[in-house]
T-cell receptor
Framework: SQKIEQNSEALNIQEGKTATLTCNYT??????LQWYRQDPGRGPVFLLL?????KEKRKERLKVTFDTTLKQSLFHITASQPADSATYLC???????????FGGGTRLMVKP | NAGVTQTPKFRILKIGQSMTLQCTQD?????MYWYRQDPGMGLKLIYY???????DKGEVPNGYNVSRSTTEDFPLRLELAAPSQTSVYFC??????????????FGSGTRLTVV
């Protein structure tokens, strides 16, 4: 069965450093991969989408990579700020792009 | 622009009761979804719809029903509530992701407790 793995342990980093979150998937060949941010008590908020034929995508301080050989996506936040503290969810998507399967998320804590 | 609106925000049900979770979007998205999220877990897809009059099961559909009579509305019906349905429910909508480089828009959630 399809399996999506994100580090369930919280990632603690110092303000100003680069945070790197990992998403691994098995028994799955997604055409797209999306990343979302979720704050406590709120719904997820879309951040970035990367297609299988794209190696890397950037948006402001965010960078996402997609390695279909390793079956892995990395999510980077550069110059991290305490306001970046949240849970980040990865979501591989089928070829139709219309059924997201979410990982359990990684909680990021940025300390001042 | 309200986005995706879910009501109610909180609800306590007794075992065996029924209720409908409401979801409305004003972005003219053709796709709509219902997810549930248990504490510390990822979101699991319950049902989805690719347009008015069309619905399909997701990963965990048992105990739920949906309908999609309009583009804007996608209510989720719980029949005979059970404690296992205690969860936070999120509604989401989107355009076709294959045609747009944009993801889902989620509502703020309905926190349901079945006692």
């Amino acid at each position: 069965s399809q399996k999506i793995e994100q580090n369930s342990e919280a990632l603690n980093i110092q303000e100003g450093k680069t945070a790197t979150l990992t998403c691994n998937y098995t028994n799955y060949s997604p055409a797209y991969l999306q990343w979302y941010r979720q704050d406590p008590g709120r719904g997820p908020v879309f951040l970035l989408l990367i297609r299988e034929n794209e190696k890397e995508k950037r948006k402001e301080r965010l960078k996402v990579t997609f390695d279909t050989t390793l079956k892995q996506s990395l999510f980077h936040i550069t110059a991290s700020q305490p306001a970046d503290s949240a849970t980040y969810l990865c979501a591989p998507t089928n070829n139709a792009g219309n059924m997201l399967t979410f990982g359990g998320g990684t909680r990021l804590m940025v300390k001042p | 622009n309200a986005g995706v609106t879910q009501t109610p925000k909180f609800r306590i049900l007794k075992i065996g009761q029924s209720m409908t979770l409401q979801c409305t979007q004003d972005m003219n998205h053709n796709y709509m979804y219902w997810y549930r999220q248990d504490p510390g877990m990822g979101l699991k897809l319950i049902y989805y719809s690719v347009g008015a009059g069309i619905t399909d099961k997701g990963e965990v559909p048992n105990g739920y029903n949906v309908s999609r009579s309009t583009t804007e509305d996608f209510p989720l019906r719980l029949e005979l509530a059970a404690p296992s349905q205690t969860s936070v429910y999120f509604c989401a909508s989107s355009y076709s992701i294959a045609a747009h480089n944009y993801g889902y828009t989620f509502g703020s959630g309905t926190r349901l407790t079945v006692v």
